[in-house]
């Protein structure tokens, strides 16, 4: 065994992020609506660490000879959604 390849895997994830507006109740009347609601969420949007690969999060096998072991596990993907909810 060897310490060559140990890293530092601490870091900081921005994973879950959401806002929404809903729409004034005299808006909403002049246009016939019961409800609207604008949002916005986003999913894995920033990760700081010094950790070489991709993903921190090493390893999802946790073996007595394999815990945090990196196999090269593909990066977290980035998401962003924009919606709009309408109530008649």
């Known amino acids: 065994m060897s310490s060559r390849w140990v890293e530092d ?3 900081l994830r ?3 992020v959401s ?8 808006w909403l ?3 016939g609506l019961e409800q609207a609601r604008l949002y916005v969420s986003g ?3 920033h990760t700081w660490t010094k950790y070489l690969n991709y993903n921190p999060e090493v390893s999802n096998y946790e073996g ?3 815990g945090g072991v990196d196999y090269g596990y ?8 924009i919606g709009l909810n309408l109530g008649f």
């Open 64 to 66: 007595p000879l394999t």
């Open 14 to 16: 921005i994973q879950n």
């Open 29 to 31: 009347d002049r246009i």
């Open 74 to 81: 593909y990066p977290l993907a980035r998401t962003v959604t």
């Open 9 to 11: 895997g601490s870091y």
């Open 43 to 45: 999913q894995n949007l």
């Open 19 to 26: 806002i929404g507006y809903q729409l004034p109740k005299p």
